[in-house]
Each structure stands twice: as C-alpha cells, then as structure tokens.
C-alpha cells in the first residue's frame, strides 16, 4: 500500500476508547468503510466480540461500514479474539475485526484488525486504513452492495481445529476456569468438559455490564478462592477477550505469565520444538525469568511492551514462542496471535508430560521483588520530555547496578504511565517505583484528580 500516513487511532492493540464517547458508531463506520477499501474485490470479513453491552451496536457499525464500501461481512457473534483469527487464518475470510476492550474496564470497547494470515495488521497498513478514514471513497449501489450474514458456528470450529493441534486427556483432572464473563464462555467450558476434566466455572454468566469485573485474569482472587474450596488441581483464568491466561496453583497461589512461560519453553524445548533454544519476551519480564531460562540454556530475547513486537521479533528471528509476565503467550506452532485456551492446553499437556505439579513446574522460576505502579497522566505524551522522571531513573539505575532494573512507559491503550522496579529488597521496590511514579503525576499532570 505504502504511504507517509502516520498512526494515530491505532495503539499498541487496534483502536482503544470508551464506547460512545472516543469510539463511537460513526467512528466504526468510517473504520469499516475503509478497511474494505483495502480489501480485493468480493473479500469478506469475519467479525467477532466480546460480551460488552456496547459489542452489537458496534458490531452493527462496523459492518454497516464495510457492507457499504463494497465489503462482506461474516458475524461470528462472541468469540475470542485468537478464534476470529484463527478462522481467518484458514478462510474464507481474508480479514477479521474484533470489537473488544479485552482486560481493559467495561465502559472501554476496541477494535483489532487481522489480516488475511491471522496476524495483527502491521503497523504501515494500519496507517493506510487511518488514512483512508480521511474520504468517503466509493460508494456502490444495488448488487455491488456487500452482503451482511450469520457465520453459523464459528466457536465450535474453532474449538474443533484447536483441539486437533492436542493430544491430551484431563481425565481426573479438576479445574476451576474463570471466563472473566467474556468471550471464552463460547469456547472454554466446551474444550475442558470434550477433554475429560472435571470443571468448575465462575466468570461464566456475562450481562453485558460484568466483564473483567471481580473476576478474569485481572482478578484472580475469586479463582484462588474456587481451588481451594472444590479442592481443585489448579485455576485458569483468562481475560475479557481471551487472549490472556493466568493461573492459579492447587494452594491457591497466583502463577503469572512468566512462569507459564517458563513450563512451556522447557516443554516445548524437550519435545524439539523450541527453534534456537530461545523465547522472545517484553522489558516487563522478571529476571528472575531471565535467570531461570539461563540455568536451562535457553536465549531470552528483549523487545517492548506489547504482544505485537513480541510477535514481530519472533517472525523476524524464526521463533516459535514468546509471551508476557500479563499473560498473552503466542506459539506460533498452535496459532498465529496469543490464546489463552491455547496456553492452557500447553500449560497442562506440559505438566502431563512432566508429572509435576502446577506449584512445582513454577518453583522453577524464582521471581525477584518487582512493583508495579500505574499513575492516570493528563498529557502522556509528554513522558519524554519528563526530564525529572528520567533523573530519578537514572538514579535508581545506579544504585541496583546488575542486581535490579527500572522500566518507565507509557501505555498504549489507556492515559497511565506505568512504572515497574525490580531490586533485591522488596523495600526498595516500594520506594523508587512510588518516587518515579509521583514524579510523573507532578511532571504530566494528574488526571484522576481532574476527574
């Protein structure tokens, strides 16, 4: 396509913003119209979402757009994110949109877009789409119109191509699973009970209202809860999208993202699947992850924060698996973007294999104290030119020397400078993560207190 356009509706993860407020149906629309500008003639588009009350009406939106510009338009209802590319992945579709906000809060909503392989657009055709939101373009009439139709389905396909990829059966198991309220209701319970586990569910009653609300993978205090009372072999907790997994041990204890990683590298790495003997992992990943993949022989290699640039170094080297302390983890043996249900099926084909538990597969990364401070900024671009944010940093810099680190940034979905420390004492976590973070709420303005 090629253009000079720069982007600024997209974020680190598709277009981000309160519903009906910053993405509004006009917005969709525009949106939708020009991706199926980009689209070769007679192309389809898959679109799925997650259980936001605001989900259909920019649904209808989305697709009002796209039909108009010539494009079909394939529903697929709620469904994951890594569903919808999964399914484009393997056509008819040669792209796909979700509405979603994933962990973010309920009043949020988003849209992602996928190309014709199932990957996130580029950054440079995410910067076309922008650009050609800017005119209205052809409009047709009569049959040239797009047709807009149910794909009848498109879950259980989903979940029928993914199970192919496992030979697993969890036959004894007991898992409690918590679907966030959000789009695995349509995907996970099905895949557990088809492969023999004994499951119970919370987060799997979505209103349109409660999604990521006191459960999910940013809430894990109601799965810790659930294992201990059903005496369950584990929890698994995905986010509002199902991009995401977190687990909890059989004692209740929280296992993040780092340490699923951590049992599947060593899984995949014994089975000949771990090309490079290396995992591509963000600034946010513990050292002690770090550490552990070391002690092991396995390369760890650094990009930003954001499942994309993890996906973009692991294309660009040739690699196999990569994640985030969040949760997203991508095997590119198993699907094109992050899946949480894909995550999970490798977390317990891993402990099968291993014969270990949950606790003892995630001993083996012994974390160092780390804390993460989040500040809601008023100017967030300004993070740059924060000159006093930097000095601090510089200064913790220097006194953790090897033994620690500091990373300052600034989110890509929402007005938060966050700020992670790690260091030998979880005391001096505490101090230089809440030092740098009030220098950043002096520095770019406190937008909570606005509120």
């Known amino acids: 396509m090629g253009s000079s356009h720069t982007r600024s509706l997209f974020g680190t993860d598709g277009v981000r913003g309160v519903a009906n407020r910053d993405l509004t149906p006009e917005l969709a629309m525009r949106l939708g119209r020009a991706l199926a500008q980009q689209l070769p003639e007679g192309g389809e588009v898959l679109l799925g979402r997650d259980t936001r009350r605001s989900g259909p009406m920019l649904e209808a939106a989305l697709a009002a757009g796209i039909a108009s510009a010539g494009g079909d338009v394939a529903l697929g209802g709620v469904l994951p994110t890594p569903a919808v590319a999964d399914l484009v992945a393997r056509g008819p579709a040669v792209a796909g949109a979700v509405i979603s906000a994933s962990h973010n809060p309920f009043p949020d909503n988003g849209i992602k877009l996928f190309g014709p392989d199932g ?52 036959s004894g198991k007991r898992l409690c699973v918590d679907c966030a309220n959000g789009a695995t209701v349509t995907t996970a319970p099905e895949a557990f009970r088809r492969l023999g586990a004994e499951v119970t569910l919370i987060g799997e009653t979505p209103d349109g209202v409660n999604i990521n609300v006191g459960c999910g993978s940013t809430d894990l205090g109601a799965l810790s809860s659930a294992v201990r009372s059903f005496d369950a072999d584990l929890g698994l907790a995905f986010d509002g999208d199902g991009d995401r997994l977190l687990a909890v041990d059989g004692d209740g204890e929280v296992v993040d993202g780092d340490k699923i990683l951590a049992t599947v590298a060593l899984w995949a790495r014994g089975r000949g699947a771990l090309p490079g003997d290396a995992v591509v992992t963000t600034t946010m990943t513990n050292l002690g992850f770090r550490r552990a993949m070391a002690a092991e022989g396995i390369e760890v290699r650094w990009t930003d924060v954001g499942d994309r640039y993890v996906l973009q170094e692991m294309r660009d080297g040739g690699f196999l698996l990569g994640g985030e302390q969040s949760g997203h983890m991508i095997n590119l043996s198993y699907g094109p973007t992050g899946d949480g249900l894909s995550a999970a099926l490798q ?90 973070a009030d220098a950043a709420l002096r520095e770019l303005g406190d937008a909570s207190a606005e509120e």
Do not use: H
């Open 347 to 436: 977390l317990l084909a891993a402990l099968g294999d291993s014969g270990q538990s949950l606790a003892q597969a995630a001993s083996r990364v012994e974390r160092l104290p780390q804390k993460l401070v989040s500040v809601r900024v008023a100017r967030k671009d300004g993070l740059a030119d924060a000159e006093a944010v930097w000095e601090l940093t510089r200064r913790c810099e220097s006194e953790l020397a090897d033994d620690g680190r500091v990373v300052v940034r600034a989110s890509g979905t929402e007005p938060l400078v966050r700020v992670m420390v790690e260091a030998p004492t979880a005391d001096q976590c505490e101090r230089w993560a809440n030092e740098i």
């Open 119 to 170: 990957f996130k657009l580029p950054d440079q055709e995410e910067a076309d789409i922008e650009r050609a939101m800017e005119d209205a373009g052809v409009r047709p009439e009569g049959a040239a119109l797009g047709a807009v139709a149910p794909r009848e389905g498109a879950a259980l396909d989903y979940l029928d191509a993914l199970l192919e990829r496992f030979d697993l059966d969890l």
